[in-house]
T-cell receptor, first 114, second 110 residues
């Protein structure tokens, strides 16, 4: 079982470039989410999805788009990267929302925007 | 808006000492999870507490859920270098948005 797989592990972008961070899980989890982690800020929720075809905004959604066409995949798109988006990004999945089920996290993507 | 605070923000102690870290909320929550995150990795679930006043033990780690359901603590006995990491709490406020505290960064000095 691979769990939650994030690619790439590292990425450097120039301001204004676009890219997609990939997230895939093989546990048939309905709930998936994206977080960014900055020093001293903890994990902040960007977008989440409670199932295929359903997405919603988290705490810091501006500058990011998501889609959920399958249960397994939940890509995060940066349409025009900005230096403020330099961060470590984590994808997480769970059978259902709420803490009773436990969340499985990927190992993260470290993004630098120059 | 629920406010969530973890304290202390940083803690550095010698191997073998005991320590306690705290997670406090401005709102009541139904349950709570603690995670540990090691450098370069994603958080890993340690425990879920679901009942006010509940105490759970995981080897040298003791987790307590406050009676008022607004706070939780994690106590580590005889800390070891392998306990080093960022400890995060996340309460369940009954919505779909999982909120994390800013964490306690723990360093155990051999």
């Amino acid at each position: 079982n691979a769990g939650v797989t994030q690619t790439p592990k590292f990425q450097v972008l120039k301001t204004g470039q676009s890219m997609t961070l990939q997230c895939a899980q093989d546990m048939n989890h309905e709930y998936m989410s994206w977080y960014r982690q900055d020093p001293g800020m903890g994990l902040r929720l960007i977008h989440y999805s409670v199932g295929a075809g359903i997405t919603d905004q988290g705490e810091v959604p501006n500058g990011y788009n998501v889609s959920r066409s399958t249960t397994e995949d939940f890509p995060l798109r940066l349409l025009s990267a900005a230096p403020s988006q330099t961060s470590v990004y984590f994808c997480a999945s769970s059978p259902n929302p709420g803490v009773n089920y436990g969340y499985t996290f990927g190992s993260g993507t470290r993004l630098t925007v120059v | 808006t629920q406010l969530l605070e973890q304290s202390p923000q940083f803690l550095s102690i010698q191997e073998g000492e005991n320590l306690t870290v705290y997670c406090n909320s401005s709102s009541v929550f139904s349950s709570l999870q603690w995670y540990r995150q090691e450098p370069g990795e994603g958080p890993v679930l340690l425990v879920t507490v679901v009942t006010g006043g509940e105490v759970k033990k995981l080897k040298r780690l003791t987790f307590q859920f406050g009676d008022a359901r607004k706070d939780s603590s994690l106590h580590i006995t005889a800390a070891q270098p392998g306990d080093t990491g960022l400890y995060l709490c996340t309460p369940d406020f009954g919505n779909e948005k999982l909120t994390f505290g800013t964490g306690t960064r723990l360093t155990i000095i051999p």
